[in-house]
């Protein structure tokens, strides 16, 4: 599901060691970004209620969701 995670990966891989161009820090920073938006995702989907439902349309847009909350019934 996670496909930005393994896009990631592949790409800290490829990149090498880093220069301290501003080119490589905003790119660096990017990454920060993404690293920590993967790592929340894995947490919110670890600790939904059982009521509750996340949907990711595009997995590599993972700031874009939709939550379904179900009602219990009684």
Same mark, same amino acid.
């Given at each position: 599901?996670? *496909? +930005? @995670?393994?896009? +990631?990966?592949? !790409?800290? /891989?490829?990149? /090498?060691?880093?220069?301290?161009?501003? @080119?490589?820090?905003?790119?660096?920073?990017?990454?920060?970004?993404?690293? &920590?938006?993967?790592?929340?995702? @894995?947490? +919110?989907? @670890?600790? &939904?209620?059982? *009521?509750?439902?996340?949907?990711?349309? !595009?997995?590599?847009?993972?700031?874009?969701?939709?939550? *379904?909350?179900?009602?219990?019934?009684?």
């Amino acid at each position: 599901m996670l *496909t +930005l @995670a393994s896009k +990631l990966k592949r !790409d800290d /891989g490829v990149r /090498g060691p880093r220069t301290s161009t501003p @080119a490589s820090d905003s790119t660096r920073r990017v990454s920060v970004r993404d690293k &920590l938006l993967v790592k929340e995702v @894995a947490e +919110l989907e @670890a600790n &939904l209620p059982c *009521t509750c439902k996340v949907n990711f349309p !595009d997995p590599n847009k993972l700031h874009y969701f939709q939550l *379904t909350v179900i009602p219990v019934v009684y």
